[in-house]
């Protein structure tokens, strides 16, 4: 079992940034990737930041120059740096991580950008 834990949300103003952490632990060896989502009242869960099966960092065209994804394998903690926040970012942001045999989320931090 893998448990995940976000940390950073918050309240910013549009143009601010914030950077988000996810930290892991249980199972780590478990986890072959880790990514971010974000979910907006009414709208369904999308993915953000991850790898893809090739490797690649596939990010939502919305964020893709704005957001960074990050990771620190020592520490078991993936970041998410997000900069130049719009109101469209405002959403629950969720940690995913991808084990051998099931999958992870966090309990989600709120993200809220004012105009």
């Known amino acids: 079992q893998v448990q995940l834990v976000e940390f950073g949300g918050g309240l910013v103003q549009a143009g601010g940034s914030l950077r988000l952490s996810c930290e892991a632990s249980g199972n780590i060896f478990s986890i072959v990737a880790m990514g971010w989502y974000r979910q907006a009242p009414g709208k369904q869960r999308e993915l953000v930041a991850g790898?893809?099966?090739?490797?690649?960092?596939n990010y939502a065209d919305s964020v893709k120059g704005r957001f960074t994804i990050s990771g620190d394998n020592a520490k078991s903690t993936v970041y998410l740096q997000m900069n130049s926040l719009e109101p469209e970012d405002t959403a629950v942001y969720y940690c995913?991580?991808?084990?051998?045999?099931?999958?992870?989320w966090g309990q989600g931090t709120q993200v809220t950008v004012s105009s």
């Open positions: 995913n991580a991808r084990g051998r045999v099931a999958e992870y």
């Open positions: 790898p893809t099966s090739g490797g690649r960092i």
